[in-house]
């Protein structure tokens, strides 16, 4: 998933998911100078916040 549809699918601003990425707070990896997302990747972490109530 690029920037733009994790921005849509987590309801954040484009700046943000890039941020969130780059500070490592949502996982991510950099290809080509562009951040590249796994759905399952970002399922997991949701899971993960929900659980730890954030």
């Not at 949502?26 to 399952?40: G, L, Q, T």
Request: glycine share 4%; proline share 2%.
């Amino acid at each position: 998933m690029s920037v733009e549809e994790v921005s849509a699918y987590l309801a954040l601003d484009q700046g943000t998911v890039a941020r969130m990425a780059e500070e490592r707070q949502i996982p991510a990896v950099k290809v080509e100078e562009e951040w590249v997302f796994s759905r399952k990747s970002l399922q997991k972490w949701q899971q993960l916040r929900r659980r730890r109530g954030q």
